[in-house]
Every structure is written in structure tokens, then in C-alpha cells.
């Protein structure tokens, strides 16, 4: 059974994690859009474009063959207990060889010395010494110009980052701190990819930070109730009290609760179905002035910037939807659709279909539109006041449901807009749609450029009904809560 070093790496993480990705289960999509690779880019800043590179199925006497006549080889090959791996750039020297690995990340962390390690074993099996290591890491600051400079973007480093994103550990000393059986790593490895199934128990890593992308295939929560205790948001004890056969939220102790606002909401739902501070949000919803316009965006995510005064891993908004909605309730539809480099395009359009006045609805605004419009204000300094003044009158339609005001056991511990919708409404649903969710909206966009005439035509049309559902819900959200405030006057 042939296994790589990253199944080692799997394993270490989480047992079905590595299985699930050995065995090739629901793998995850990129993230970031690559106009180019990123190994194409590394190679032109080391200056190494025309250097030695290994192939798949390289056996070890094939790479040492290869690395006889060069001092710089890049891929490496290496094998050992059929066990594989490679090493992006190997640079020979007296003492052994100097090992570069390149990070599509502005802050390679230390875990990743770990990878070094087992490398360097597998490496010195084949007769091959590794004495120093070096990365090579994205600049955070970098601001694209008109050409792209690989020598402003790239930066070689010796350190790795910590977790406040400063330059910490001597990369050296961390792999050579690490003590790891070789030959027990990797029999481990194989005996858990070589099993017909895994099962596990729900653990903190399963949901820490972002949810595992292989969480749904581990556990079904669907048959759980909808106040289960599992649903508990940032609470550091729902795992020990679901073990402890704890299975309705109301039925933990009060010392067991963080005391968060919407952990108070959950609670209170849970023993009487839905909770809602009747005061609060009506102060809230008072706010909200004619005429509303609910917008939400739609936006790629690029590694590398490839239009001027982008900087690494900005996004590309190439998509709004925009409900208005006038005093008389009428509704109107308007949005944007662009390719390629179509920013400035968007500033004018939703500058254009924006009325003058009233308040703009957002879903978890700070961490998305918001924050799409003041990179676009940094990009586009002449619109700058103008897109400020849009945010200014934007309110975020999540803060009732994220800050416990209102809570409804539907929502099953979630508050985005997904999870709403179905709390106020069955009558419309992401699921009618041919693109439910932004990932796939995103995915089916990096397609549009290449496909045929009719195929485009169908892909626009499929992402904008999918952000004009984004919208509309909205609408229908906003005017539940309204509803809700008036069927508890009328009690």
C-alpha cells in the first residue's frame, strides 16, 4: 500500500480525516483562484525556471541519478516503506543540501516543520542529507502595479510565524527539535488508510475554528433535535454534557453556560421553542429607515493579485443583487453581473442603483460587503467618499439573530442566512436553486471564461438567481421579524 507524507500529516490531525482524504471522500475545492500557478511564480522569483525537475514515478535511484549533474533540483522524489514525498527545491552545498519549501500564505506557521521532518528521514533513507531549511512566504503589504514584481510579492524567510502573525521560531531549530519514529508514523498511516471504515466520536477539532469540510460525512445531525446541546454556540462544555447523555440545552446546569447573550436565547428557546427580546429589536428594527435597499455580493478570492492595486488574497466582487423596497412596499429588482478585471464596472453600477437615501439591509456586513467596499475605496481612491457613505448606511440584518435578541431552535445553533430563511418562510428555498451555496457560486464563475456561448449564458443566469435569492431573503427576514413583533402585540 503506497502512501504520501501528507497521509502521515492527515493522521496526525484526525484518523478519519486522513482516510477520508486517502480514500478520496467529498474532497474539498480550492479556495483561492490561481491565474497562474503559484509554482510557475516561485520558480521565475528563484530564478530556477529552467532547473532539473522531477517526475511522478521517480524512484529514489532515479532522482539521486538526476541530482548528480545539478546543484539545483526541484520535486525531488523520494520513497521509503512505500511511503512517498517530494521536496519543492533542493539546493546542494558542501555540508548536505538546503531544502526551500514556497507557502501560498503570508504566515507559515510552525506545524509546518513538522512535513520538514519526516522529509528529512525519508530523504537521508535514499542516502540524501537535508542540513538546513528556508521558506518562502507571500508580503502581506504588497500592492499590485501595473506588472506584477515577484521580487516585492515573494519573501524568503529562516523563521515561521505565530499566531499573532510575527516572525517567530528559527525554522532549523524547530525540525530539529522534533523526535518522530519514522517507521512507526508510517505503520500507523497505513493501518488506518487501510481500513474498509472509521468511526469517531465528536471532539473539539471537529468544529474548532472553521467546521472540519468533512463534518457532515462524520456525523448526522439531522437526527438530532433542533436544541440539542451540540447546537450550543461557543460553549467550551456541550461535549461533555452531550456524554453525559445531556441532550436538550434547557436541561444543562447554569454553571455549564458561558452566560453569552445568545447562549441566554438558545436556552430560553429551548424550553419554550423560540426566544425574542420584544424591546430590543423593536429599537432595533426602529432604525431602519425608506427606502431599504437589501443588497448582498458575490466575489472571488485571488492568492496572487492580478489587477493593479490589489494586494495577496483580496476578492474580486463580480456580482450584487439589490431588492428595493419603497414606502408603498413595492419591490424592485436591479444587480450586476462582470468578468475579468469588471471592478470599477460595480462601483458605478451599484453606485448608479443605489437610492440616495434610507437604510441598506446586509447580511454580516463587517466581515463581508462592508469590507469588500473599503478595499474597493483603497482600489479606487476617486469613489472612496461615496463608498464610505454606502457603508455608513448599511446595517447588518444578522446582529438580532448573532446577538441573541432573536433565536428560534430551528436555527439548530446557526444564524446565517441559510439558516434563517426556512424560520419565516417555506415557501421559497435555496434548495429550488442549480447553485445553493457562494462556494459553488464562486467554482461555477472561474468556469464562465472558458465555456461555450450557451453555457455562459446558463452559469450567469444560475449565480444570479442564486444572489438574488440572497436578497430576497433578506427581504423575507426582515419583514418575519417585523411580523413577529406584531403577533406578540396582538397576543
Request: proline fraction near 3%.
Amino acid at each position: 500500500m503506497m502512501i504520501h507524507v501528507s497521509d502521515i500529516i492527515h493522521a496526525f490531525r484526525c484518523e478519519k480525516y486522513a482516510w477520508n482524504i486517502y480514500h478520496k471522500i467529498s474532497l474539498p475545492q480550492q479556495y483561492f483562484h490561481m491565474i497562474e500557478p503559484f509554482s510557475s511564480l516561485w520558480k521565475a522569483f528563484l530564478g530556477f525556471e529552467d532547473a532539473v525537475c522531477g517526475q511522478v514515478g521517480d524512484t529514489n535511484e532515479m532522482t539521486i541519478e538526476k541530482m548528480k549533474d545539478t546543484s539545483v533540483i526541484l520535486f525531488a522524489r523520494f520513497s521509503y516503506d512505500e511511503c512517498r514525498t517530494q521536496i519543492p527545491v533542493l539546493i546542494k552545498r558542501e555540508e548536505g543540501y538546503h531544502a526551500i519549501y514556497p507557502y501560498l500564505s503570508c504566515y507559515p506557521r510552525e506545524n509546518e516543520a513538522f512535513r520538514m521532518k519526516i522529509n528529512d528521514l525519508i530523504a537521508q533513507k535514499a542516502g540524501i542529507s537535508i542540513v538546513s531549511h528556508e521558506i518562502i512566504y507571500i508580503q502581506k503589504d504588497y500592492v499590485r502595479k501595473e506588472e506584477l514584481d515577484l521580487h516585492s510579492l515573494l519573501v524568503k524567510g529562516d523563521c515561521f510565524f505565530n499566531r499573532r502573525n510575527n516572525p517567530s521560531k528559527n525554522i532549523n531549530a524547530c525540525v530539529q527539535a522534533i523526535d518522530v519514529d519514522l517507521d512507526a508514523c508510517i505503520a500507523k498511516t497505513k493501518e488506518i488508510v487501510a481500513q474498509n471504515e472509521i468511526n469517531i466520536e465528536r471532539n473539539k477539532n471537529c468544529t474548532a475554528g472553521r467546521r472540519c469540510s468533512y463534518y457532515a460525512s462524520c456525523f448526522d445531525d439531522s437526527v438530532l433535535p433542533d436544541d440539542s446541546v451540540l447546537f450550543l454556540t461557543t460553549s467550551q462544555n456541550k461535549l461533555e454534557a452531550y456524554r453525559q447523555g445531556i441532550c436538550h440545552i434547557c436541561q444543562m446546569d447554569i454553571e455549564q453556560l458561558e452566560g453569552s447573550r445568545l447562549q441566554y436565547a438558545q436556552f430560553m428557546a429551548s424550553r419554550n421553542g423560540f426566544f425574542m427580546d420584544r424591546l430590543a429589536l423593536s429599537q432595533w428594527l426602529d432604525k431602519v429607515k425608506y427606502p431599504i435597499s437589501y443588497l448582498d455580493f458575490e466575489w472571488d478570492t485571488f492568492g496572487i493579485p492580478p489587477y493593479l492595486n490589489m494586494k495577496p488574497f483580496d476578492v474580486l466582487c463580480f456580482q450584487y443583487s439589490l431588492h428595493i423596497e419603497t414606502r408603498k412596499k413595492e419591490l424592485e429588482h436591479r444587480d450586476f453581473f462582470g468578468t475579468s478585471d469588471c471592478r470599477k464596472a460595480f462601483i458605478e453600477s451599484l453606485l448608479n442603483d443605489l437610492p440616495s437615501e434610507g437604510s441598506i439591509l446586509v447580511y454580516n456586513m463587517e466581515g463581508a460587503e462592508k469590507l469588500r467596499l473599503m478595499q474597493l475605496a483603497e482600489q479606487f481612491p476617486e469613489y472612496a467618499d461615496r463608498l464610505k457613505a454606502v457603508c455608513d448606511r448599511m446595517m447588518d440584518l444578522s446582529k438580532p439573530f448573532e446577538t441573541g435578541i432573536y433565536y428560534d431552535n430551528r436555527m439548530r445553533g446557526h444564524y446565517s442566512l441559510k439558516n434563517v430563511l426556512p424560520v419565516f418562510t417555506d415557501e421559497v428555498s435555496y434548495k429550488q436553486l442549480a447553485i445553493h451555496d457562494g462556494l459553488n457560486a464562486v467554482h461555477a464563475y472561474r468556469t464562465i471564461e472558458q465555456a461555450s456561448a450557451a453555457d455562459q449564458k446558463k452559469i450567469r443566469e444560475d449565480i444570479r438567481n442564486y444572489c438574488r435569492m440572497d436578497t430576497y431573503a433578506e427581504y423575507v427576514v426582515y419583514h418575519g421579524l417585523i411580523n413577529q413583533i406584531k403577533e406578540e402585540e396582538n397576543a
